[in-house]
């Protein structure tokens, strides 16, 4: 079946270190986005990639990193940059950048700073 | 001010009651995702609507872009129906702008 898969689901990091967040999907998509949640918050946009290679800062990019050398595939980094690294993260993908529909979203992974 | 607004933000019902929840946004839109968030996280797109209504199963989502108003019903609910739903209209920048959900817990 074609979907997102988001790994891992749970992750700790201590202060100061880097992680990396994966995010795949098997749909064909060209655009993929990475989400932040905080309770009570709605999602906030922190990357979203529109095609390989290329990829723009959403609203609160300070703090991390992407890249996207497959379409596959858009790993989002949290740097020891990010001062408050503890959220939930959401990955996205939809058909075409511009395209209103197809959004499909990962299962998310809970990312807590110990 | 929020660019999204939902209401209410919690909602408790009984099993079989009549759910309605409302979204109102100030961007403009072509289209509006209604999204459902169960406790462990993940995401499910229920509606992507641009005018009208639209109707899967018990849900029923609705929207009138003159008014910049849409509300998601959800007909006979259920206590599976409990979670998280979220408006997410899509702005300006195409992309989706988020409201902070309605938590609705639906009890036996």
């Known amino acids: 079946d074609g979907g997102i898969t988001q790994s891992p689901k749970y992750l700790f990091r201590k202060e100061g270190q880097n992680v990396t967040l994966s995010c795949e999907q098997n749909?064909?998509?060209?655009?993929m986005y990475w989400y932040r949640q905080d309770p009570g918050q709605g999602l906030r946009l922190i990357y979203y990639?529109?095609?390989?290679?290329?990829?723009q800062k959403g609203d609160i990019a300070e703090g991390y990193s992407v890249s996207r050398e497959k379409k596959e595939s858009f790993p989002l980094t949290v740097t020891s940059a990010q001062k408050n690294p503890t959220a939930f993260y959401l990955c996205?993908?939809?058909?075409?950048?511009?395209?209103?529909?197809?959004?499909?979203f990962g299962s998310g992974t809970r990312l807590t700073v110990v | 001010k929020n660019e999204v607004e939902q209401s209410p933000q919690n909602l408790t019902a009984q099993e079989g009651e009549f759910i309605t929840i409302n979204c109102s946004y100030s961007?403009?839109?072509?289209?509006l995702h209604w999204l459902q968030q169960h406790p462990g996280g993940g995401i499910v797109s229920l509606f992507m609507?641009?005018?009208g209504k639209k109707k899967h199963g018990r849900l029923i989502a609705t929207i009138n872009i003159q008014e910049k108003h849409s509300s998601l019903h959800i007909t006979a609910s259920h206590p599976r129906d409990s979670a998280v739903y979220i408006c997410?209209?899509?702005?300006?920048?195409?992309?989706?702008?988020f409201g902070s959900g309605t938590q609705l817990t639906v009890l036996p």
């Open positions: 961007v403009g839109i072509s289209a």
């Open positions: 990639s529109q095609i390989v290679n290329d990829f």
């Open positions: 749909l064909n998509h060209d655009a």
């Open positions: 996205a993908s939809s058909i075409q950048p511009d395209s209103y529909y197809g959004y499909t």
């Open positions: 609507l641009s005018s």
């Open positions: 997410a209209p899509t702005g300006s920048a195409r992309q989706l702008t």
